[in-house]
């Protein structure tokens, strides 16, 4: 079935470094990428997507291109602030035929110090 | 618009007890899907409403679960009796369409003692 790979954390950094958060899936279909983040005492939140080969999600300085060739989906940030200390789920959900329910990686803690 | 809405957000029970969990969708939002995560695992996928109908269950662990959607509003979520394993934080999520990006609540953290 599909699935979702992430790298495992917890991730590290000081304030201004530059972030990447590997994520590959297998699926039989053509599915849609996302990651989501999860701020402490908070619910998850849609960060980017993307919808097809190529495509280039960003958001918040955050940006993560599917790569169908190496089914890849990994998450970048060129300079992470301290607000940016949150758990990314990388996830993905095949919109081909009625399934709709999300396949969720573990998710990665990133904590950012100043 | 408000947000997904889920109550309570931390329940602790005791062991083959019965809990409830509720979800309030976004306004006009027709799907409602319920995930959970377990602590050092992944968030699963449990169940899927459009409206009041289920879509997809396949995520259920058991017949210790039961969801519903009356009115394709708000939907509940009941766990009959409870045991060890159901402890985690159970996430709900709604969207407007099928394709288009789930919303989710804050999660309802779950204790079984």
């Known amino acids: 079935g599909d699935s979702v790979t992430q790298m495992e954390g917890p991730v590290t950094l000081s304030e201004e470094a530059f972030l990447t958060i590997n994520c590959t899936y297998t699926a039989t279909g053509y599915p849609s990428l996302f990651w989501y983040v999860q701020y402490p005492g908070e619910g998850l939140q849609l960060l980017l997507k993307a919808t097809k080969a190529d495509d280039k999600g960003s958001n918040k300085g955050f940006e993560a291109t599917y790569r169908k060739e190496t089914t890849s989906f990994h998450l970048e940030k060129g300079s992470v602030q301290v607000s940016d200390s949150a758990v990314y789920f990388c996830a993905l959900s095949d919109y081909a035929g009625n399934n709709r329910k999300l396949i969720w990686g573990l998710g990665t803690s990133l904590a950012v110090n100043p | 618009e408000a947000g997904v809405t889920q109550f309570p957000s931390h329940s602790v029970i005791e062991k083959g007890q019965t809990v409830t969990l509720r979800c309030d969708p976004i306004?006009?939002?027709?799907?409602l899907y319920w995930y959970r995560r377990v602590m050092g695992k992944e968030i699963k996928f449990l169940l899927h409403?459009?409206?009041?109908?289920?879509?997809?269950e396949s995520g259920m662990p058991n017949n210790r679960f039961l969801a519903e959607r009356t009115g394709g509003t708000y939907s509940t979520l009941k766990v009959q009796p409870a045991e060890l394993e159901d402890s985690g934080v159970y996430f709900c999520a709604s969207s407007r369409t099928g394709n288009q990006p789930q919303h989710f609540g804050d999660g309802t953290r779950l204790s079984i003692l």
């Open positions: 306004s006009g939002h027709d799907n």
């Open positions: 409403f459009v409206k009041e109908s289920k879509q997809d």
